[in-house]
C-alpha cells in the first residue's frame, strides 16, 4: 500500500436546514498548487469561486462532490467564477470568509477533537482524511448580504486537514 498526499490545509463547512449548503477550502498545499475555494450550492444554483480555477475544479469534483453534506449536488452544471476568496478570520474553531458576493461564517464551537477516516471512497479512488475537526453551533450563509434563511443542521471548522491518496499495491 502507498499513500500520496494530495491536499494540506482547511474545510470548514455548513448546511443549513432549508438545503442551502457552504464549504470553504484553504489548500497551504495540494496537489494543484495552494489556494483558495468557496462553494454555495441551494435549490437554485451551485456556485464555485476561487482564483485557481483548476484547485477549484478538483477540490468541488473530486472530494467535495464525494461529501454526505453536498449529496445530490451536480458540479457539472455549477457555475464557476474567478475571484478571491478572502479569509477574515480562521481559527481551529471559527470561520469567516467572503467571495463572489457570498459569505459565510461559523463559529460558537462545541470542541475540537482529532479525526481519521482511514479509507474513504470517493469515484473509485480511496482517501484517506486527518484532521482537527470543531464541531459548531451557529452558521450563515449569505448573497449579497442577505442571509439565506434556515438553522444550522450541521456546520465545522477543520483544520490541520490532510487528504491523502491511498493506493494498494
Known amino acids: 500500500m502507498s499513500i500520496e498526499p494530495v491536499f494540506v490545509g482547511a474545510n470548514p463547512g455548513c448546511v443549513l436546514s432549508t438545503g ?4 470553504v477550502w484553504i489548500a497551504d498545499w ?10 454555495v450550492a441551494s ?6 469561486v476561487s482564483s485557481q480555477p483548476v484547485l477549484a475544479r478538483w477540490l468541488a469534483n473530486e472530494l467535495t462532490a464525494y461529501f ?6 451536480d ?12 479569509l477574515q478570520v480562521l481559527t481551529p474553531t471559527d470561520l ?14 462545541k470542541e475540537v477533537r482529532p479525526v481519521t477516516v482511514e479509507a474513504w471512497e470517493m469515484g473509485g ?15 450563515a450563509v449569505s448573497r449579497d448580504k442577505k442571509p439565506f434563511e434556515g438553522e444550522p443542521t450541521t456546520a465545522f471548522v477543520a483544520t490541520s486537514e490532510r487528504w491523502d491518496r491511498v493506493r494498494r499495491d
Open 125 to 139: 479512488t480511496t482517501m484517506r482524511l486527518t484532521n482537527l475537526l470543531s464541531p459548531s453551533r451557529s452558521a
Open 75 to 86: 458540479f457539472g452544471t455549477a457555475e464557476y467564477q474567478d475571484a478571491d476568496v478572502a
Open 30 to 39: 495540494s496537489i494543484h498548487g495552494p489556494g483558495r475555494v468557496g462553494i
Open 68 to 73: 454526505p453534506e453536498f449529496e445530490g449536488v
Open 96 to 109: 469567516r470568509a467572503t467571495f463572489g458576493g457570498y459569505e459565510v461564517a461559523i463559529g460558537d464551537s
Open 43 to 48: 435549490e437554485n444554483e451551485t456556485v464555485v
Open 20 to 23: 442551502v449548503r457552504a464549504s
